[in-house]
């Protein structure tokens, strides 16, 4: 039984915390977030400790293991304090919005051997592994395209849109790094992107895109096409199309239940899809704990690694390069 120190306690941090305590191999045993209100409530209702200092939960004897779903500027504080205490660490994407930050982290951090993953959920939902399998059994032939449809039911509040580092960096990057998973050890090396503010006041506000489009290529050729939108008024739409010489596979929408309704109005209308994240991805964020739990265990490496976090950040700098300078950037990650 592993004991988690949980660093964050806003929206995804209460979802994470109640993901520990339902897992068999942990529980969760300190809670810390600036507001102590909000640490108290999940401590509270979780049988855990809120505390006042990140180093009294990262640095207690009695914590295995730290999870941290804190606002993105903190992340990179508290993964060298968990590192540094030899803790394994389960951190929220993106690592960073500065991408000096993160080289500078990975260069501190070269000789720590406890495990850093990245909260790249996406990659345990069952539907999108089970593309990411059909590419690499080659079930579809060679891979030519890959096209992500991803898109918010709603845009988040001004106070997250100050601190997201905006949409590229904040929503696409799940995105980016889903097409890298798919992909495998075949890199992205092209992108054009275009944003557009088409309705939403306070993305306006913060001179942020509510809409957005990408084509990236990778260095066999294969096409890659994402588009990203801030408003679906029919919930958390995530579609993955991959697509090949043998056929293609969909990982597609998933509603609320199965049921569809045949009536003198209507054939075969079904449900609403799920309305966000917490629910669209419950599965794959309990496996992502699994996994994590797995590779300390284990002691092996983490199945979404640092180099994976930095690398989907990289293609969040080069998106806006292109989206600046109106043209196709070439993407180094040195
Ligand atoms: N993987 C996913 O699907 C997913 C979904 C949503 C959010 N996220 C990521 O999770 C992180 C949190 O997002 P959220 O939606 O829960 O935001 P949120 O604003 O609801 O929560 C952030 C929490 O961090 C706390 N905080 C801020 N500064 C802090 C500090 N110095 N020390 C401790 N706590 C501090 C805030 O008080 C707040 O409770 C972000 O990095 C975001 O990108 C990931």
Same mark, same amino acid.
């Given at each position: 039984?592993?004991?988690?120190?949980?660093?964050?306690?806003? +929206?995804?941090? &209460?979802?994470?915390? @109640?993901i520990?305590n339902?897992?068999?191999? !942990? =529980?969760?045993?300190?809670?810390?977030d600036l507001?102590?209100?909000?640490?108290?409530?999940i401590?509270?209702s979780?049988?855990?400790?809120?505390?006042?200092?990140?180093?009294?939960?990262?640095?207690?004897?009695?914590?295995?293991?730290?999870?941290?779903?804190?606002?993105t500027?903190?992340?990179?504080?508290?993964?060298k304090m968990?590192?540094?205490?030899s803790?394994?660490?389960l951190?929220e994407?993106?690592i960073?919005?500065?991408?000096?930050?993160?080289?500078?982290?990975?260069?501190?951090?070269?000789?720590?051997?406890?495990?850093?993953?990245i909260?790249?959920?996406?990659?345990?939902d069952l539907?999108?592994s089970?593309a990411?399998?059909? +590419?690499?059994? &080659?079930?579809?032939? @060679?891979?030519?395209?890959?096209?992500?449809? !991803? =898109?918010?039911?709603a845009a988040?509040?001004?106070?997250y849109?100050?601190?997201?580092?905006?949409f590229?960096?904040?929503?696409t990057?799940?995105?980016f790094d889903?097409?890298?998973f798919?992909?495998?050890?075949d890199?992205?090396?092209?992108?054009?992107?275009?944003?557009?503010?088409?309705?939403?006041?306070?993305?306006?506000?913060?001179?942020?895109?509510?809409?957005?489009?990408?084509?990236?290529?990778?260095a066999?050729g294969?096409?890659?096409?994402i588009?990203n939108s801030?408003?679906?008024v029919?919930?958390?739409?995530q579609?993955?199309?991959v697509?090949?010489?043998?056929?293609m596979v969909?990982?597609?929408n998933?509603?609320?239940?199965?049921?569809?309704?045949?009536?003198?109005?209507?054939?075969?209308?079904k449900e609403l899809?799920?309305?966000?994240?917490?629910e669209?991805?419950?599965?794959?964020?309990?496996d992502q704990?699994?996994?994590?739990?797995?590779?300390?265990?284990?002691n092996s490496?983490?199945?979404v690694?640092f180099?994976?976090?930095?690398?989907?950040?990289?293609?969040?700098n080069?998106?806006?390069?292109?989206?600046?300078?109106?043209?196709?950037?070439e993407?180094?990650?040195?």
């Amino acid at each position: 039984m592993l004991n988690f120190a949980l660093i964050g306690a806003g +929206r995804i941090g &209460k979802m994470h915390a @109640e993901i520990i305590n339902s897992n068999p191999g !942990s =529980r969760l045993k300190f809670v810390y977030d600036l507001n102590r209100n909000f640490a108290e409530n999940i401590a509270n209702s979780l049988n855990a400790i809120a505390v006042d200092k990140p180093e009294e939960a990262i640095n207690s004897k009695e914590t295995d293991a730290v999870l941290i779903a804190s606002a993105t500027p903190t992340h990179i504080e508290f993964i060298k304090m968990a590192a540094n205490a030899s803790k394994p660490v389960l951190c929220e994407k993106p690592i960073d919005l500065d991408i000096d930050k993160v080289n500078r982290c990975r260069e501190d951090l070269k000789n720590i051997k406890s495990p850093i993953q990245i909260g790249f959920n996406r990659r345990f939902d069952l539907s999108h592994s089970k593309a990411q399998q059909a +590419r690499l059994n &080659k079930e579809i032939g @060679e891979l030519e395209m890959i096209i992500i449809s !991803s =898109r918010d039911p709603a845009a988040p509040g001004l106070d997250y849109l100050n601190a997201c580092g905006g949409f590229f960096r904040d929503t696409t990057i799940h995105d980016f790094d889903l097409s890298r998973f798919i992909l495998g050890d075949d890199p992205i090396i092209q992108v054009s992107a275009f944003g557009e503010n088409l309705f939403d006041k306070n993305v306006k506000t913060v001179k942020d895109f509510d809409t957005a489009m990408f084509i990236l290529k990778s260095a066999s050729g294969v096409l890659i096409h994402i588009n990203n939108s801030r408003r679906a008024v029919y919930g958390y739409d995530q579609r993955v199309e991959v697509f090949g010489s043998k056929g293609m596979v969909i990982s597609n929408n998933q509603t609320q239940s199965s049921i569809e309704r045949y009536t003198s109005s209507s054939t075969s209308s079904k449900e609403l899809i799920h309305f966000f994240f917490i629910e669209r991805y419950q599965q794959a964020y309990s496996d992502q704990l699994n996994s994590f739990i797995d590779t300390i265990n284990a002691n092996s490496r983490p199945k979404v690694t640092f180099e994976d976090g930095r690398r989907a950040l990289i293609i969040a700098n080069a998106a806006y390069e292109s989206y600046e300078k109106k043209k196709i950037v070439e993407i180094n990650y040195e």
